[in-house]
């Protein structure tokens, strides 16, 4: 089983920085894909970014693009992701998952999550 763990939320000002990590316990097997999904209060989770392990490519939603970048240790399996230009609206708990042998757009091409962390953006 493979476990995530996550770190680095927390609460910023509009326009501030943060930086997540996420620790996989192990390299899932078939696996292409790690991805950032968020949820905020109400809404459904919803897809941020995602990283083949083995080439590299990415992959951001168009709300995040150009302001979140996605990147890898594969040594550590650990990936990160750094936020800048924070917005109110990126208020949300986001999530690392791993195991996506696909694109990894969708949270259901996921079998591995992690417990989120909570970022907070403040105006």
């Known amino acids: 089983q493979v476990q995530l763990v996550e770190s680095g939320g927390g609460m910023v000002q509009t326009g501030g920085s943060l930086r997540l990590s996420c620790a996989a316990s192990?390299?899932?097997?078939?696996?292409?894909?790690m991805g950032w999904f968020r949820q905020a209060p109400g809404k459904e989770r919803e897809f941020v970014a995602t990283?083949?392990?083995?080439?590299?490519?990415?992959y951001y939603a168009d709300s995040v693009k150009d302001r979140f970048t996605i990147s890898r240790d594969n040594a550590k399996n650990t990936v990160f992701l750094q936020m800048n230009s924070l917005k109110p609206e990126d208020t949300a708990v986001y999530y690392c998952?791993?195991?996506?042998?696909?694109?990894?757009?969708?949270?259901?091409?996921?079998?591995?999550w992690g417990q989120g962390t909570q970022v907070t953006v403040s105006s």
């Open positions: 990283i083949r392990w083995i080439s590299g490519t990415t």
């Open positions: 192990e390299r899932t097997f078939g696996g292409y894909a």
């Open positions: 998952a791993t195991g996506a042998p696909g694109l990894g757009y969708n949270a259901y091409e996921y079998p591995y």
